[in-house]
C-alpha cells in the first residue's frame, strides 16, 4: 500500500512537470521512505499520548533518530517490519519509563549507559552490506555519531545536575536501545 501511494504521488509529480520521468524510481523509493518514517513517528507520539508520556515519547525521538540517521543500526526487510518494529521498540521503552521508580536499575542502568556510550562510539556508524558508505559519508556520519553522543551525555549530566532523575533515566534508556540496535545490526551481519 506505502508503494501504491509512492508511485501515485509521484506520478502526480511528473505529470505536472515537477520531476523527471527517469527519475520516478528514486523518487518513489524516496517517498516511500518519508512516508514509513512519517508514520512511524506519528504513532509514536500517538502512543506518547495516549499514555500520557508525551515529552518523554519526544525525548526518545530527539535521541534515537539523530543517532539512527548517523550510526545507523538494524534495518528491517519491509516498511511495515521496520514501523512494526520501531513501535516495539517504543512501547517498550515507554513500559520501562512508566515504571521507573520500581525498575530504577541504579548502578546496573550506569553499567549499561557507559557501555552504550562506548559501543557507539567505537562502532559508530554501521554499515548496511547493500549501502556502503565512502570513506567521506562513513567518516562525516562517525564524527556526527560523537558530536550527537557527547551533546546526550551532556543532557543526561545537567538533568542529574539539576535533579531530574527521570528523564535522565528516559535518556540512558534511549541510549542503551539506540547501541542495541546497532549490535542486533552487528550481530546480523
Known sequence: MLRQFASY????MILKGIINQEKELIYIYGLEL???TLSSVLS???ISLITNKFLYGILFLFVTVPLKMTANGYHAKTFLKCFLLTNIIFIIYICLISLYPLI???YLQVILFIAAIIYIYIKAPVEHPKHKLSKQKREKNRLSAHIILAI???AVLVLIINEQQKAAYSFGIAIIIAACI???KN???
Do not use: P
Not at 504521488?9 to 502526480?12: A, E, G, I, K, L
Open 9 to 12: 504521488w509521484t506520478r502526480c
Open 34 to 36: 518519508f512516508f514509513s
Open 44 to 46: 509514536m507520539i500517538l
Open 104 to 106: 530504577h536499575m541504579g
Open 152 to 154: 546526550d551525555c551532556l
Open 182 to 184: 546497532m549490535i542486533i
Open 187 to 189: 550481530k546480523e551481519e
